[in-house]
């Protein structure tokens, strides 16, 4: 340890061509041995780019935002489905098997604000999404592919804690009841039991709204960034009662972004000062500040098999490959239907 | 009576004959017997009436007569010592005062070192050994019996004080280890406690006791500089046995009062300083301060206001005890408007050495403790008139450390004195000093809790780190291998460098000076207006060319530039770049520079940076090997420091494989020393020195430097100094030194200790830079002058520091005597 530390790391390699800034990334198959990995971006113009990393080119444009900026990006893993969230109010379910790049369904939204939205889907045919409702404090949960409204959650009258700003939907593994989790504009995070359409637990672990959040369901415990200089990390107990452990100081202030890796050893934060920084998750020692963007990164997104995609105003996305996965490490995260017909599709 | 007076005197003269006469020891044994009846306590003894006239009348002569006899013959007339055991307990029985009295007389009368001197040296051991000084101090404890009385007693008085130094004197060499004052005088506390006891224990019976005796011999030996050695014993005594007894409490206060005037100084700073709190006190002296003005005078203005040696500790305790009674706090009170005049006088904070400022403070800082709100509430208007000239007078310094004393009583008395009122926040600081005056100020009973709330806090983090820090460093290898464990391989995450983790900046930075200038004066946006000023230095280095053009303006700018944004370091960039820019083009903006620093419309902080900048630019000017570095450090001015980039290191490798695989024929140095250069401050210096010196007597109406600015005039003194030390070996460092001489002469008496250091640093630089010969030649008069002026100043200068820097430029004057006129032949 005490030799000089390695020099900063370069990215693995860089896309460009979507010709106008990233804000929403995701990846796409990857697992070992079953093709080709792709990784979807959405951009600033509406477009949603589909990658091949192998040939690094861009496979696949589909339009259907009508030039709205594309704000998250979500595949299902049964079929060949992508949920893409617009700014022009829609959310396109496209079908993207066999080469289609048609949109099947679309949900219209009802909120102006950047919210992202979630969705909970297991192996069977119906799923759950949650996304921003009508009132700028609520948030909304539909029965997929039916979209039957589920219930509305709307925070306490005396609550006030302003518009959500990222959502995430989870299951623990004891309790089938879905639970949602929301981080909101006054800097709060809140535990929603969904099916009792109420807050189980409140924590302000921020002063400013709340861009970004991941939750590593197994260790229940979730970090979350906000515009401000720190990361906040904070756990859940046994009797749901959400409550912060420590922050973390940053050099500059402005999350947009953060996201853990599937084997929940480091997590990434996408920074507003152009800069990727990566964690250790358990101590949350800093382990690398990644500076190869010139303008503010939008979103990070990890691959099963551990690379890393950041997403950035200056209209490129770098990957980046760091302490690299142990490959049996990553194989129960991702459906086992998932990367199966990529291959297909990447071909075509 | 008269019989028996008749037959006492005439046993007393046969005895005294035969012992005169005879050499015949069985003789002699046998009238000693015969005398010795007449002593206390003997066998078979004589009448007491004539015991007493024997004592009264007869035993000094008799004991007289007995060291008269004495001598190694005389002693040897008897074998085993018989006749001098006899000889012995004559002194040692009968009344001790006399005895006393005759042994000091003898020895007293001995012409130096011999054996009959040794021999009564002795003895006055033993009787010093058994305690008999004790039986001496009781004796005059008694109401007196004779009208002769008060000569006796003096002349006791000076025998019993003075012993140490009259035996060192007539022993020499040969002197007992008993009659040593570092032993005699604890054991006269001792034998004084002893004394004490038996004036206590016949107070009990109902006699009637005087201890104005033992109050004189206590004084006197104070006064004889003993009271560390003589309290040191008495006082934990006293303590002890007045905590529970009126009647000891009584005797010690009795003790303490009845010291004469002269020696009360001598004997109140002695306990001050000996007794172990305001309680111990208190009970030592009861109200002794209303009762004796001397004692007054000592406690509430000597120890206080004429000495500073005390320490704070001795001034807890003094203070303390005025506090503990109702009859001294309102001496307590008059002391701390005192204490507050003192600290706020103006001639005091000009006049007194700081560490007597700094004994004042903390007397004040202990007194505001102990005063009740009410105490203060009654005189607030007077406190807190003087505070707030003192604060004034104070601010006004020029010396940091008087100003910080300043900000810290007058934070702490301004709280005390109006706590409603707002409270007074000053920037300082924290040091040790400011801890130590603070940690007074907090009361007393509080004054452990902020230690432990300190303590507290540094044991929880480390206790909540550990279990981390193990498991972090401390997984066996073992346990790493397979297991799927969450702590499976995370000590194989080993960070990368992130050293380039800075603040983000954003990259509008002017490319060109013009740019900059620009920018600098016309620009709304912050962020570019900010990157202007960092690039400029950068930029004025690397393009000398460019800057010459445009060096007067950007001078103009820089030095009107204002923090509008706190931009972090702004006074470093600002203060860098201007004397990049003189050292780019030094005259024109020396010119200008000088000619701004008597301007008008500039604030005191403007002026100071004016001179700064000039110190710095003439010292990068007068660095030799100047030119071939600036390039490439691109910061010039002491005290930045250069960013650590990895190059170096890859440098260093580079070279090192080069070495290795490099074959060299010869060892010569690798590497030249510096080239020699001219001095480039030659060229410029006047442009720096003399308009300095050209308006100094002049006021203007926002600024009058032999007014009220003293503190810029320190600084210019102080810059003056520095140009004339680095334009040493330049042609016009003789003028210089000349006008600086002068101007030094003006000023010489000037009331501030800053300014004085300035001008006798300036002494010193004037003779370190101009040459010798050219220094007697041209400037006889005006060194001979500046010669007595610095005795002056080295002997009785209040400031330490203006004394040192005298004795420094004195010693820089001898050593220059020496190298023109080589000591003289003998």
């Known amino acids: 340890m005490a030799a000089s530390p390695l020099p900063p790391p370069d990215p693995q390699f860089v896309l460009r061509g979507t010709q106008s800034a990233v804000h929403a990334l995701h990846f796409f198959g990857g697992a070992q041995g079953q093709g080709c990995p792709l990784l979807l971006s959405g951009s600033l113009s509406g477009l949603v780019h589909i990658w091949s990393l192998q040939t690094r080119r861009a496979v696949a444009t589909l339009d259907g935002h009508g030039g709205q900026c594309v704000t998250w990006l979500q595949t299902l893993p049964q079929g060949h489905q992508l949920l893409s969230q617009g700014r022009d109010l829609k959310l396109h379910l496209w079908d993207l098997a066999e080469g289609r790049n048609a949109v099947v369904d679309s949900v219209a939204l009802e909120s102006m604000g950047f919210c992202r939205s979630s969705v909970l889907a297991g192996t069977q045919e119906r799923w759950m999404l949650a996304m921003p409702g009508r009132g700028s404090d609520e948030v909304q949960i539909l029965e997929m592919p039916s979209k039957t409204s589920v219930c509305t959650l709307k925070p306490e009258a005396d609550a006030k804690p302003g518009m959500p700003m990222c959502l995430e939907l989870w299951q623990a593994d004891s309790n089938p009841r879905p639970l949602l989790l929301a981080g909101y504009e006054d800097g709060s995070v809140a535990l929603w039991d969904v099916s009792e359409r109420k807050v189980c637990s409140r924590v302000a672990c921020h002063t400013e709204p709340v861009m970004g959040f991941d939750f590593d369901s197994q260790k229940a415990r979730g970090v979350s960034g906000s515009a401000e200089k720190a990361l906040a990390v904070w756990s859940l107990d046994e009797q749901q009662a959400l409550q912060v452990c420590r922050t973390h100081e940053l050099t500059n202030p402005g999350i947009a972004d953060v996201k853990i890796r599937p084997d929940r050893k480091i997590l990434a934060t996408a920074g507003w000062d152009h800069r990727v920084r990566v964690f250790h998750w358990r101590t949350m020692k800093p382990l690398a500040v990644l500076r190869f963007h010139s303008a503010t990164v939008h979103c990070v997104a990890f691959a099963a098999d551990g690379l890393l995609a950041a997403g950035s105003g200056d209209q490129r996305i770098s990957i980046w490959s760091l302490y690299p996965t142990h490959s049996d490490m990553s194989a129960p995260l991702l459906g086992p239907a998932e990367g199966r017909e990529v291959g297909a599709h990447a071909v075509a | ?826």
């Open chain 2, 1 to 826: 009576m008269d019989p028996a007076r008749s037959a006492v005197l005439l046993a007393v003269r046969e005895a005294l004959h035969n012992l005169s006469t005879s050499e015949d020891g069985g003789h002699i044994l046998s009238t000693l017997g015969a005398l010795k009846r007449y002593l206390q306590g003997a066998e078979n003894p004589a009448l007491p009436g004539e015991q007493e006239e024997f004592a009264r009348m007869h035993f000094s002569a008799v004991l007289r007569c007995l060291v008269g006899r004495l001598s190694s013959g005389w002693l040897g007339l008897l074998p085993d010592g018989q006749l001098e055991d006899l000889w012995a307990s004559f002194f040692l029985e009968g009344p001790a005062d006399q005895a006393f009295l005759v042994l000091m007389e003898s020895i007293e009368g001995a012409a130096g070192p011999s054996f009959h001197l040794m021999k009564v040296a002795q003895l006055l051991a033993r009787f010093l050994n058994t305690g008999r000084m004790a039986a001496v101090m009781e004796g005059q404890c008694r109401p007196p019996a004779e009208p002769a009385f008060p000569l006796l007693q003096e002349t006791l008085l000076t025998k019993v004080v003075g012993l140490p130094d009259h035996l060192g004197n007539r022993l020499q060499r040969e002197n007992l280890e008993a009659f040593l004052p570092q032993n005699y005088f604890p054991l006269l506390g001792e034998e004084i406690m002893r004394a004490l006891q038996a004036v206590v224990d016949s107070l009990r019976g109902g006699w009637d006791c005087s201890v104005s005796f033992l109050s004189r011999v206590l004084g006197k030996a104070c006064v004889h500089g003993r009271q560390k050695e003589i309290l040191g014993v008495l006082v934990p005594r006293l303590t002890a046995l007045s905590e529970g007894s009126c009647l000891w409490q009584r005797v010690c206060w009795r003790l303490v009062e009845s010291v004469p005037d002269r020696a009360m100084e001598a004997l109140l700073t002695g306990l001050v300083e000996v007794a172990a709190g305001p309680e111990v006190l208190s009970r030592l002296l009861g109200n002794l301060v209303v009762k004796s003005r001397k004692a007054r005078f000592v406690m509430t203005r000597k120890i206080l206001f004429l000495q500073h040696r005390h320490s704070t500790p001795t001034l807890q305790s003094l203070l303390g005890y005025l506090a503990m009674d109702s009859q001294r706090r309102p001496l307590l009170v008059q002391v701390l408007r005192e204490l507050l005049e003192t600290w706020g006088s103006s001639s005091a904070v000009r006049h007194t050495p700081l560490p007597q400022q700094r004994y004042v403070s903390t007397a004040l800082l202990i007194c505001l403790v102990h005063l009740g709100e009410a105490e203060l509430q009654d005189s607030r208007d007077e406190l807190l008139a003087s505070l707030m000239a003192g604060v004034k007078n104070r601010l006004d310094s020029s010396l940091p450390a008087v100003r910080r004393l300043g900000m810290i009583v007058a934070e702490v008395a301004s709280a005390r004195i109006h706590p409603e009122g707002p409270r007074l926040r000053f920037q300082y600081e924290e040091d040790e000093l400011s801890r130590e005056l603070l940690a007074l100020a907090a009361p007393l009973p509080v004054a452990d809790s902020p230690a432990e709330a300190e303590a507290s806090p540094s044991v929880a983090p480390v206790a909540a780190e550990t279990p981390a820090g193990s498991a972090d460093g401390g997984v066996p290898q073992a346990q790493l291998e397979g297991s799927g464990s969450d702590l499976d391989s995370d000590d194989e995450l080993v960070p990368y460098d992130m050293s380039g983790d800075q603040e983000l900046k954003s990259g509008k930075a002017p490319a060109y000076v013009r740019d900059c200038v620009e920018a600098l004066t016309s620009s709304e946006d912050w962020e570019r207006w900010e990157a202007a000023l960092r690039a400029l230095e950068g930029l004025i280095l690397r393009s000398p060319a460019a800057v010459r053009e445009v060096s007067v303006e950007l001078a103009k700018v820089l030095l009107h530039l204002e923090e509008k944004t706190s931009v972090v370091g702004f006074e470093g960039l600002r203060q860098r770049a201007l004397v990049a820019v003189v050292v780019t083009d030094p005259a024109p903006v020396a010119e200008y520079l000088t000619s701004q620093f008597y301007a008008v419309n500039f604030s005191l902080r403007q002026r100071m940076d004016i001179l700064d900048v000039l110190t710095l630019a003439a010292q990068e000017l007068s660095r030799p090997g100047r030119l071939p570095k600036a390039p490439q450090c691109g910061s010039p001015s002491p005290g930045s420091q250069p960013s650590s980039t990895p190059a170096p290191a890859w440098r260093a490798v580079v070279e090192e494989r080069i070495r290795n695989k490099t074959r060299r024929f010869s060892q010569g140095s690798a590497r030249r020393g510096p080239d020699a250069r001219p001095n480039e401050f030659n060229l410029v210096a006047g442009y720096f020195f003399f308009p300095l010196l050209r308006h100094f007597d002049r006021p203007l109406v926002t600024f009058d430097l032999l007014g009220e600015d003293q503190l810029v005039l320190g600084r210019l003194v102080h810059t003056l100094g520095a140009l004339m030390y680095l334009a040493v070996n330049t042609t016009v460092a003789v003028a210089m030194g000349k006008a600086l001489l002068e101007f030094v002469w003006t000023l010489r008496f000037h009331g501030d200790a800053y300014v004085r250091r300035g001008l006798l640093s300036a002494v010193s630089s004037v003779l370190l830079s101009v040459p010798a010969e050219r220094l007697l030649a041209d400037l006889p008069d005006e060194l001979l002058e500046a010669r007595s002026w610095l005795a002056d100043v080295a002997e009785q200068d209040p400031d330490e520091d203006c004394r040192l820097l005298a004795v420094r430029a004195l010693l820089l004057l001898e050593k220059l005597r020496h190298t023109l006129v080589p000591p003289a032949p003998p």
